[in-house]
């Protein structure tokens, strides 16, 4: 970086070298360096994305398994009428109420099959199980449905580098 930042004609004296010479040889190490850049920004990138991957597959493991111990007790909360006519219900657990109840932002602490269960709540019921009115139960589902977007959004652009990797090939 110091002999980028020398100005062509010092460095050119120093080096006894003409100033074409000196300015390509700049030009190399700005190359060099920017490369050196970009490998960086990716590796961290590339961590990035194998720290998700194994998040990602720990969910799905977790799914795959049947779970050993059940989730605790679970609180219903109503949601409408389904097509067929029967009452619809969503199981929010005793944990996600406490978390909703107890977090300053409980969207950020929830995973995302938490998320759509409470999405998929009823605003009445779900405020009905929090002891809260509606309008605080519907800011709650709004900054969940951003957090649930948020979240997809993510795995997208993984999922979109992960192709563009793919399509790639490595430098010799």
């Known amino acids: 970086q110091v002999l980028i930042d020398v100005p062509c004609s010092e460095l050119a004296k120093e080096l006894a070298q003409s100033e074409s010479k000196v300015q390509v040889l700049q030009d190399t190490l700005q190359q060099v360096l920017d490369r050196r850049e970009e490998e960086r920004q990716s590796k961290q990138l590339l961590e990035l994305y194998l720290e998700a991957l194994k998040t990602e597959d720990s969910v799905l493991s977790k799914v795959a398994e049947p779970?050993?111990?059940?989730?605790?007790?679970?609180?219903?909360?109503?949601?409408?009428?389904?097509?067929?006519?029967?009452p619809a219900t969503t199981a929010l657990s005793d944990q996600i109420l406490a978390a909703l109840r107890e977090r300053p932002a409980p969207e950020l602490c929830l995973d995302s099959q938490d998320l759509e269960l409470v999405l998929k709540a009823d605003r009445a019921g779900l405020a009905s199980a929090l002891g809260w009115d509606k309008q605080k139960a519907g800011a709650l589902q709004a900054a969940c449905e951003q957090e649930l977007s948020k979240r997809l959004q993510q795995?997208?652009?993984?999922?979109?580098?992960?192709?563009?990797?793919?399509?790639?090939?490595?430098?010799?």
């Not at 609180?75 to 097509?83: K, L, N, Q, R, Y």
Request: zero cysteines.
């Open 67 to 86: 779970q050993a111990a059940p989730r605790q007790e679970m609180d219903v909360v109503d949601t409408g009428t389904s097509s067929t006519g029967t």
């Open 155 to 172: 795995v997208q652009t993984l999922r979109s580098l992960r192709s563009t990797s793919k399509g790639k090939k490595t430098l010799p």
